[in-house]
């Protein structure tokens, strides 16, 4: 009775798991997303993403683990929010020089 206890916290803590990082997965995809819609840049992103999910999906036909979803989004997601700050800071020094002259 105790081992059956024990297998099922530790079949429990591992669905606990599964659905934290698929949570994390749908996250990190939506604020790709998000990310691209606000840049604009729509056809290079979607591209890069989708190539390295399909990449994963060849080594292994019917099966792309969790921690590799995970890994193929976060360099786009990293590389967009680069992009994201980038823009964001050429905006800020537009509008002041933008002031500057308008005074």
Do not use: W
Not at 6 to 32: F, G, I, M
Not at 56 to 68: N, P, Q, R, T
């Amino acid at each position: 009775m105790e081992y059956l206890e024990v297998y099922c916290r530790k079949v429990d803590d591992a669905n606990q798991t599964r659905v934290k990082q698929q949570q994390s997965v749908a996250t990190k995809e939506a604020e790709v997303d998000m990310l691209v819609a606000t840049l604009g840049e729509h056809k290079l992103y979607l591209k890069d993403a989708f190539v390295n999910f399909s990449a994963l999906a060849h080594k292994d036909k019917s099966y792309v683990s969790l921690k590799e979803q995970v890994a193929a989004v976060v360099p786009v997601l990293d590389d967009l929010k680069c992009k994201r700050q980038k823009k964001g800071s050429s905006i800020t020094i537009f509008n002041h020089r933008l002031r500057r002259y308008a005074l």
